[in-house]
């Protein structure tokens, strides 16, 4: 009978000495990190006292996020605290865990270590009454991602990431986050757009599974090793890139054989980071996040790109008419191939009404043509030399981004300016999904912070137009650290008593709908599909089943009550006058 758990590499069974543990490839330091006897947030409880759970919900996934109050103390002084904890499974006990593992039942409860909507959900109330009862808030992150399945899109899971996000950002106390295990993907970054983050030693931070990144670079999931090592997703590199405050010292063993010590070590870092968090004061605690967040991310600048207008709507021919899209197939499965009004399509919202697909993305200059006065548009100095910046040398990412700006004419996936609408003068960032996916990067949150100052300065409202299937692996886990960043600027913006309207086009996934798509008064461009959290493929391969036919669309979002506003194509203009008027006149 074994009497621990043990990973095929794991060779000193007991011991793992610093040059072990160097010795690891990428990969197996990544498996290290959510061995499941590691410390779990409930094993940490044991730094607090007066500890008592609150929020105690019934939903699935409920149990994936769990709250607490207590009292950390320093010397003889009781700090209240509010305690946010990613609890990825049952236990950390090999031998509970033997016995726990008997109930099928209990262990879908755990759900892998996903959380949903309610776990969320719990999440945001948490925010709530610390604010209300000034408790400092300390989180622990400990997951592989948020759950991919249709039945958490449904609940808006996008949404609450989002709302977890705002919360953190908009908090009235000071907060804190760990990453004790894995923090991987939106499901993490969730939770960790705080004040100061600190990362167990041997933790792991990253955008993407290295399963996943080598299917997308190599097609197959058998380079995870090669994935892992081109994406740094150690915490130790997460420092190193300044995404990671401070690293907390394991015993040499590490976390998964010496528990106490782990546990006791984290308390002294407790210690030193809630001393300086009780540094600022109270009325200060907004601006000294702010005074974080414009430091967070890197970029280059400086370097001229030419721009060129590409336009993406279709230009008809003098009947009206425009050429079928590519791949169009009849119930049958025959391919169709006559051309199309383009003025039925546009009643349609672009749906094809013959196959139901979409048949159209538009470019970041369709959209500035669309929404804004004619000529209007001017980009803003301040963020048209910012370039994106190759921080790990991942391989073809360089020739890429070359690729990218020729074909759309951008520079980044996201352009900002000035422009008006019907003469109100407005700030517009709009984002190109033709670039690179329109993922979110690093230069994304820089833009979108730039481009709030300006309306701030300017008190004139400030339109986003959300697109882009996620966030940036190229980067790593710094694309994603950008996202709260992108929030915080937002926020800036509202507390400044200006409007902010976001369109939200298609697609509007992962990263950039827990971002800036989560944001502002929304505008669901009607027809869109790929509205979400997870991807339509990810979600079937993760469930071996298909989703339902409408599934992430406008009308499929709506009948779930996630839009604010649905508004055609042809009338964003307008609906956005009407928005800005009203706000502006109350
Ligand atoms: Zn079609």
């Not at 865990?97 to 892998?112: G, R, Y």
């Not at 599974?209 to 994406?231: G, M, V």
Request: with cysteine; charged share 25%; proline share 5%.
């Amino acid at each position: 009978m074994p009497s621990h758990f043990y990973f095929p590499f794991e060779k000193d069974f007991d011991h793992y000495s610093p040059k072990v543990l160097d010795g690891l490839s990428e990969y197996e330091k990544y498996q290290l990190s959510f061995h499941p006897e590691r410390p779990k947030y409930l094993d940490y409880l044991s730094i607090f006292s007066e500890v008592g759970e609150c929020l105690q919900r019934e939903e699935f996934g409920a149990n994936l996020i769990q709250t607490h109050r207590a009292l950390f103390i320093i010397n003889d002084e009781e700090i209240p605290v509010m305690l946010i904890g990613q609890q990825s499974g049952p236990t950390s006990d090999y031998k509970s865990f033997q016995q726990l593992a008997t109930d099928p039942e209990l262990i879908k409860s755990w759900n892998h270590g996903m959380p949903t909507p309610a776990s969320y959900e719990k999440a945001i109330e948490a925010v709530a009454l610390a604010n209300n009862e000034s408790r400092l808030i300390i989180v622990f992150v400990d997951t592989p991602g948020a759950d991919p399945t249709e039945g958490s899109e449904a609940g808006g899971i996008a949404w609450k990431i989002g709302g977890i996000i705002q919360a953190l950002v908009e908090a009235k106390v000071p907060t804190i986050s760990i990453i004790i295990n894995r923090g991987c993907s939106g499901g993490a970054i969730a939770l960790t757009g705080t004040d100061i983050t600190l990362a167990m030693e041997n933790s792991t931070y990253l955008v993407i599974t290295p399963e996943a990144c080598s299917s997308i670079l190599y097609h197959d999931r058998h380079h995870a090793n090669e994935a892992a090592e081109i994406s740094q997703i150690t915490s130790k590199e997460g420092f190193s890139h300044g995404i990671v405050d401070a690293l907390v010292e394991e015993p040499k063993g590490p976390a998964h054989r010496f528990h106490e010590e782990s546990i006791q070590s984290l308390k002294t870092a407790l210690i030193k980071n809630i001393k300086k968090l009780k540094e600022i004061p109270i009325d200060g605690v907004f601006e000294n996040r702010v005074k974080r967040w414009s430091k967070m991310g890197q970029w280059e600048e400086g370097i001229k790109v030419d721009r060129v207008m590409k336009f993406r709507l279709p230009v008809p021919n003098s009947n009206g008419y425009i050429k079928r899209h590519n791949g169009c197939k009849d119930q049958n499965g025959k391919r169709v191939f006559d051309p199309v009004s383009l003025e039925q399509l546009t009643k349609k919202d672009f749906v094809c009404d013959n196959c139901g697909l979409r048949t159209i993305r538009l470019s970041a200059w369709d959209y500035i043509d669309l929404v804004l006065d004619p000529n209007s548009f001017k980009e803003h100095v301040e963020t048209a030399s910012i370039l994106d910046k190759d921080i790990l040398g991942f391989p073809g990412y360089g020739e890429k981004l070359v690729a990218e700006r020729e074909k759309t004419g951008l520079p980044t996936a996201m352009i900002t300016g000035d422009g008006k609408i019907d003469g109100n003068d407005v700030v517009f960032c709009t984002n190109d999904f033709g670039f690179l996916g329109g993922s979110f990067c690093m230069s994304t949150g820089e833009k979108i912070w730039r481009a709030a100052e300006i309306a701030i300065h300017k008190k004139v409202p400030m339109i986003l137009q959300a697109a882009g299937g996620g966030a940036r692996m190229h980067a790593g886990c710094s694309s994603m650290v950008s996202i709260p960043k992108a929030q915080l600027a937002i926020t800036r913006v509202e507390k400044a008593g200006l409007p902010v309207v976001t369109i939200i086009t298609d697609p509007t996934l992962g990263g950039v709908a827990i971002g800036y798509g989560s944001r502002g008064i929304r505008l669901f461009e009607s027809g869109a599909g790929n509205i979400g959290f997870s991807g339509k493929r990810v979600i079937e391969q993760y469930t071996g089943h298909p989703v339902s036919k409408d599934f992430q669309t406008t009308a499929w979002l709506t009948k779930n009550g996630h839009t604010d506003y649905v508004v055609p194509l042809r009338e964003l203009k307008h609906s956005i006058k009407n928005i800005i008027g009203k706000n502006i006149s109350e």
